[in-house]
Nanobody, 122 residues
Framework: HVQLVESGGGSVQAGGSLTLSCTASAYTYSSKCIGWFRQAPGKEREAVAAIDMDGTTTYSDSVKGRFTISRDNTKKVLYLQLNSLKTEDTAKYIC?????????????????WGQGTQVTVS
């Protein structure tokens, strides 16, 4: 059963931090890569970060140095640590399971998406 469930979103002031979690089924967690995306109202979905089976991480330029993606293989949980948050980080954050993972920051590389968790920065 393919399932992705995000949690940890909330409202925070600019400069603050949040930790998002994405709990995955065993099948989903074993995929070649798992990623975080975000989507703000009226905007296209954009990549935030991705991590592959070997632990190699990739970040979009907009979050590099501020966000950290990690995974707990025992718990089958994907994390996204958000630091130094800015108002432009406000969006719904969605985790996704990759398929080919050739370009891990491209939404077209992912075939299964969670429902998302809202992050609001004021």
């Amino acid at each position: 059963h393919v399932q992705l469930v995000e949690s940890g979103g909330g409202s925070v002031q600019a400069g603050g931090s949040l930790t998002l979690s994405c709990t995955a089924s065993a099948y989903t967690y074993s995929s070649k890569c798992i990623g975080w995306f975000r989507q703000a109202p009226g905007k296209e979905r954009e990549a935030v970060a991705a991590i592959d089976m070997d632990g190699t991480t990739t970040y979009s330029d907009s979050v590099k140095g501020r966000f950290t993606i990690s995974r707990d293989n025992t718990k089958k949980v994907l994390y996204l640590q958000l630091n130094s948050l800015k108002t432009e980080d406000t969006a719904k954050y969605i985790c996704a399971k990759g398929v080919y993972c050739a370009n891990v920051l491209s939404p077209s590389e992912y075939d299964t998406w969670g429902q998302g968790t809202q992050v609001t920065v004021s």
